[in-house]
């Protein structure tokens, strides 16, 4: 990440009604991981952070394997802390998921566990629980992500025209101050799912931002399902006996990839990425009682792209969008300030083509994926982060390879605003 002062002068920035000032603009923090599976070539992509400490965040940040004629090909995630955005490119990363081979199914057919992008909650060394006491859970996290088993060929490539089962791999996680470690490990599946709660819900898949903290809980948006119908929404997770567990599931609408931010009035916003008819459209809910009901309170159409869509807010409160804007692939990536019961214009974050050139024939860039959190660093200032992948594809995709250029990796910005902070955490 380039030092904010330089990027004042020299960086694209993207301003806003409310308060935001600008975006930050620099090259890729993370971009290719120090070990994979088998050693196959592969580079960072999705991240979501979230607060470990008073003065620390982590990246959970997924691997993406580059192979001919594949996408969506994932190995696992990393975490990485960091205390300051200027060292995040060098700090250390912690494998704390990979792909497993399996043995040959009942067809004598070799299978790949395939882990995709995990999700989080965490409370954080020295926040404090609401009535001002040390939190039993203090230190101690959760993650979970969906694994599918697929068919390999020889060469140990899968694709996705045949059949998958769905695993889900659940983990519970401690940070010492020094030390980031995976304390518990299951994969739960494929014929019992991991409970969402207490009334049947079953976890699919988690959504495009960590957990935050409500009262002495987590909350985290995921996929759930029951009685074979999926649902977003909203995960209460409470610490008991001992670790993390899920005790509540609160359905919210339809999609996938959900997101959720507290905004400054204390209220909770979600939104998730709707497909078919609806591609184009946002929506937006919002909670009133800590996720207890929820109401729709925008719906805007031909808004975005068959693109990954997700809700977030600035260090003081202000809620917007991010998604690839309506009309074509993903080589941009727009916000729009939430206003009431409607988006505002749209603002530019980044534009790949006009940065990077225009690609040879059927490839495109790709800039997607946007997550964000609102975490206190070294400086003891609240920073809003905002994270997405970039990376170039080809179309059709079968038989070519991904060219892996300087620009392929995760990103990591930070949102300037003007106001007080409004503090995720109490330390």
Known sequence: ????????IASVTAAMAGDVVMITHGPPDVSLPRETT???????????????????????????????????????????????????????????????????????????????????????????AVDGSRHPGEGQGFGFCQALSLETDKRGLFTWTKPFVRYVEMLQFSYSGTRFQVTEREIAGPTRLPPAGSDGWQLISPGLSNAIPEGNNLLLPVLAQRDGQGRCGVCRWQWKEGQWAAAEFVPVGPGSEPS??????????????????????????????????WQEIVRQTEVRSSSPVSIHRTACG????????????????CFWPIEATHLADSRLIRDCTQEF???????????????????????????????????????????????????????????????????????
């Not at 580079?43 to 940040?61: D, M, N």
């Open 1 to 8: 990440m380039m030092p904010i002062i330089m990027l004042l």
């Open 38 to 128: 088998d050693n196959l070539p592969a580079r960072y992509g999705i991240g979501l952070s979230l607060q470990v400490s008073a003065t620390e965040a982590a990246l959970f940040c997924n691997l993406r394997v580059i192979a001919p004629g594949m996408f969506d090909y994932e190995d696992g995630t990393d975490v990485i802390i960091f205390d300051s955005l200027r060292t995040l490119s060098t700090a250390k990363p912690v494998a704390i998921s990979r792909n497993r081979k399996q043995a040959a199914d009942e067809n004598g057919k070799a299978r790949l566990l395939v882990k995709f992008p995990m999700a989080a909650g965490f409370w954080p060394l020295e926040a404090k």
């Open 260 to 293: 959720l931010v507290r905004v400054a009035d204390g209220s909770l916003m979600f939104a998730t990425r709707l497909g078919g008819d609806e591609q184009s459209t946002v929506v937006v809910w919002r909670s009133a009682d800590a996720g207890k009901t």
């Open 318 to 333: 202000t809620p917007f969008i991010a998604t690839s804007p309506n009309g074509g692939k993903r080589p941009r990536l």
């Open 357 to 427: 050139g225009v690609r040879p024939k059927e490839a495109f860039w790709c800039v997607d994926h946007p997550s964000s959190a609102v975490v206190r660093l070294a400086d003891t200032q609240w920073h809003a982060l905002l994270a997405y992948r970039i990376k170039t594809y080809f179309l059709p995709t079968r038989g070519r390879e991904e060219p892996v250029l300087p620009q392929t990796g995760c990103y990591v910005e930070e949102i300037i605003s003007t106001g007080p902070a409004v503090p995720e955490w109490q330390f």
